[in-house]
């Protein structure tokens, strides 16, 4: 996948996030994690390889939104 996904951060007037970080990136990682349980459970519908690769994006993405709002908090530009 190619298409990069930009997700802006969200403050209020005195910086604070609205939403918490680690609950986002640990919803996109859970998210992917049970759809990997869910194929090594051997569910007929779900396709491996697009799980896989939907995981692994899914988890990119949280790692990117992890490092933005590190950056945010450490008053980073």
């Known amino acids: 996948m190619n298409r990069e996904v930009t997700l802006p951060l969200i403050v209020d ?3 604070n996030l ?3 970080a680690s609950d986002v990136s640990k ?3 859970t998210v992917g994690g049970r ?3 869910l194929v090594e459970a051997g569910q007929d519908r779900l ?7 939907l995981t ?3 988890a990119k993405l949280a790692d990117r939104i ?3 709002c590190i950056a945010h908090s450490s008053g980073a530009p």
Not at 47 to 53: F, H, K, N, Q
């Open 18 to 20: 609205q939403v918490a």
């Open 35 to 37: 759809w990997l349980r």
């Open 27 to 29: 919803l996109l990682r």
């Open 66 to 68: 992890d490092v933005a």
């Open 56 to 58: 692994i994006e899914l």
């Open 13 to 15: 007037d005195r910086g």
């Open 47 to 53: 396709d491996e390889d697009t799980v896989a690769a």
